[in-house]
């Protein structure tokens, strides 16, 4: 029955949500699952009005076949990493799919330049970017993650990156911003073992306005996500994954036009890659 509730509570929020803005939404549609890797499926969402175009993958990672990765930091370098865009993080460290991740400044001009990660950051047991208020994602092993509030407890933990703020916690949507933007989120079931990484798109009218923290929100939890967190948005938001030509393949429509290079990333590598 809390279960039960809790979805009902997110059928209401959605409208809300849609209201503040002057528009009373239509249905959000959802395609079906569609398999693009082992363990890895991708769907396409959809609404008329206010228009949204987004892309959700869900991530078995509880596969012992499944790697979860945050992209590194640049060592001795200055600063806490090197700066690429989602398709040059894609392919320079071999995804099966992947997501811009953390907050970061300053927004370089080309890649390799040195950026701060704004929050937590750790890739493969390296801890390159210290916590601040941020909540983050963290993965202690390749078999689940956990969502989380600071101060963290990064003992055994293999990855993490920061976002903003938790937004779906325990199935129910928290109160946030009701502005539209370009949003990337990411969610995870209620053990651990499944990941949602969702973007959608924005500041493109007549294609799509993006959407409001409690539709993020909402669109995680229908896709079954227990909790969520959102990430950094807007013009750095972005989708790579492995097309069915085994080419790399950018789904979302960037806000600015072309991708921006950001701090680092959310990396899901996937062994054997098929299409149905």
């Not at 039960?4 to 503040?20: E, F, H, S, V």
């Not at 945050?70 to 806490?80: L, Y």
């Not at 990660?117 to 208020?133: F, T």
Request: aromatic fraction near 6%.
């Amino acid at each position: 029955m809390r279960r039960l509730a809790a979805l009902l509570a997110l059928g209401l929020l959605l409208p809300a949500a849609a209201a503040a803005d002057g528009e009373s939404p239509t249905p959000v549609t959802y395609q079906s699952w569609q398999d693009i890797s082992h363990g890895i499926a991708l769907k396409r969402i959809e609404r008329k009005s206010p228009r949204l175009v987004g892309y959700l993958l869900r991530v078995e990672i509880s596969l012992p076949e499944i790697t979860v990765f945050v992209t590194p930091g640049n060592g001795a370098e200055p600063k806490d990493a090197a700066a690429r865009n989602t398709t040059e993080a894609f392919n320079d460290f071999n995804c099966a799919a992947a997501i811009n991740g953390s907050v970061f400044k300053p927004l370089p001009s080309a890649k390799g330049d040195p950026v701060d990660i704004l929050g937590l950051a750790i890739s493969s047991g390296e801890k390159y970017s210290e916590p601040n208020k941020f909540d983050a994602i963290l993965f202690p092993s390749q078999q689940r993650g956990l969502i989380a509030k600071p101060p963290f407890n990064t003992t055994g933990i293999r990855n993490a990156l920061a976002g903003y703020h938790i937004i779906l916690d325990q199935a129910r949507v928290l109160p946030s911003s009701d502005k539209r933007h370009p949003r990337t989120a990411v969610g995870l079931s209620k053990q651990g073992g499944t990941l949602y990484m969702l973007v959608i798109d924005g500041r493109l009218p007549g294609y799509s306005d993006g959407a409001t923290l409690a539709e993020t929100a909402t669109i995680l939890a229908r896709a079954g996500a227990y909790n969520g967190l959102n990430m950094d948005g807007g013009g750095s938001t972005a989708m790579v994954i492995r097309d069915e030509n085994g080419q790399t393949k950018r789904l979302n429509q960037p806000s600015g036009g072309l991708e921006r290079r950001v701090g680092n990333h959310l990396c899901i590598r996937s062994p054997m890659k098929y299409r149905h």
